[in-house]
């Protein structure tokens, strides 16, 4: 692989989407020579629009667009992209099919950072568009460009918007349905581009002491554990060019020093370094390379043809099974121990259950726990469930006894209490930012 001619696809939603996130990137790679490619699902002809001196164009979809056709014109020019491509244009269209374009769906800020649907979508709008044919044309790039790495955004779109995640679902589709065809070409890698916790962290922290713009939400629907970054690349070099992009983008963009800002305030430092994780699932790392770059140091990996019948079936029920069997041993190991008492002063009296307390804890927060972490709106209902059933069995009377020997309120508590508090808190609607 590395041979041969290295080439990367980027496929972003909007102008000025690649600058924002892939931005360094893409010079970065510009800069040592290699193949760089980068698609455009729409014009952005929705967007919202910054400066009051250009608010006209929010009431003409069409000067809009073609004020943003121009801006990433310039923008290309500064990161040195020189193969850009219109999806459904030329060069991006699926074979037999007339050109055609994809408009902007538009979106409202469901909070500050995090985007929504809009209500009024045009019909040919991205977001609406047949899956299939936005993937067929994506198609059409991958096998004239012939990249060996394909970056786009992950699931959530990056920050909910839902033309990035049509984007995302568009890029996915081609990625297997490549693999899918013996005689196409393969690309090894797709990556999603990421933020870590501790970046955002450290990018709000900057935002407050050189700017008065609110850092972009650091939550964990929109970012991601350090721990599961795949490849991150040095941009530090190309921080200059990529401020020199986003200038271009008057309409969409506000440029503090080395800090911008989004239509709603939100904002941050120019990247230091970009992050990706692989989730095309054919690429695996064979050295150290393949933690700074989306090319060297990744190979194919064996895979296996995706289960179906009894094993898909199987699969789709482990989770759940596993979250049951976890709860069960959760609740198991805290009933042993939820009658533990104190004797401060060794009499009857005052007696302090530490281990109804403890027990307690460990078992609601263990329930917390799966359902913060575990994306699954079931999730805390199975190990509530699993908890639940073995509290229930080791308070059932039998002739050998139960591990609640005696009918204390303490046990009483413990049965039904625990019992109605897992209910609740599997059900309960968590704040918003334990769910981000």
Not at 263 to 277: D, L, M, Q, V, W
């Amino acid at each position: 692989m590395e041979s041969a001619p290295r080439r990367v696809l980027f496929v972003h939603a909007h102008p000025d989407d690649e600058t924002l996130v892939t931005g360094g990137t893409i010079a970065t790679l510009v800069a040592r020579g290699d193949d760089v490619t980068v698609v455009t699902a729409t014009r952005g002809e929705r967007g919202e629009v910054i400066p009051q001196s250009l608010k006209y164009l929010e009431a003409d979809p069409a000067a809009l667009a073609a004020a943003r056709e121009a801006e990433l014109a310039q923008a290309m020019g500064q990161l040195g992209v020189t193969d850009h491509r219109w999806l459904g244009g030329p060069g991006a269209r699926r074979a037999g099919s007339s050109l055609h374009s994809y408009s902007d769906s538009g979106m409202r800020w469901a909070r500050p950072g995090v985007a929504a649907a809009a209500a009024d979508a045009p019909a040919n709008a991205l977001s609406l568009s047949d899956e299939q044919q936005v993937a067929d044309d994506l198609q059409a790039v991958i096998q004239q460009v012939r990249p060996q790495a394909i970056v786009t955004y992950n699931d959530f779109g990056g920050y909910g918007h839902p033309d990035h995640v049509a984007v995302h679902r568009a890029a996915a589709r081609a990625f297997a349905d490549a693999w899918r065809d013996d005689q196409a070409w393969h690309p090894t890698a797709l990556f999603a581009v990421e933020r870590t916790r501790a970046q955002a962290k450290a990018d709000a922290r900057v935002i407050r002491e050189r700017t008065d713009f609110a850092p972009l939400p650091g939550g964990r629907r929109v970012t991601v554990a350090s721990r599961d970054i795949d490849t991150t690349i040095d941009v530090r070099g190309t921080r200059d060019r990529v401020r020199r992009a986003m200038q271009c983008y008057r309409t969409q963009l506000t440029l503090e020093g080395d800090c911008y800002a989004l239509s709603n305030h939100t904002g941050a430092p120019i990247a230091s370094a970009e992050r990706y994780i692989e989730i095309g699932g054919h690429a695996q790392p064979v050295d150290a390379a393949a933690a700074h770059d989306l090319i060297d140091g990744w190979q194919l990996a064996r895979t296996r043809p995706a289960p179906t019948g009894w094993r898909a079936a199987a699969r789709q029920w482990l989770t759940p099974v596993a979250l049951v069997a976890f709860g069960a041993i959760v609740a198991l190991i805290t009933t042993m121990s939820h009658g533990a008492t104190w004797y401060p002063t060794g009499e009857a009296t005052p007696a302090i259950p530490y281990g109804l307390i403890v027990s307690a804890v460990a078992l609601l927060v263990g329930t917390l726990a799966v359902r913060v972490e575990l994306p699954g709106r079931w999730s805390g209902a199975w190990f509530a469930l699993g908890a639940s059933v073995m509290l229930y069995v080791l308070a059932s009377p039998r002739a050998s006894g139960s591990i609640l020997l005696y009918p204390k309120t303490i046990d009483y508590l413990w049965l039904y209490g625990g019992i109605i508090a897992l209910i609740l808190l599997a059900f309960v609607p968590l704040p918003r930012a334990w769910r981000d």
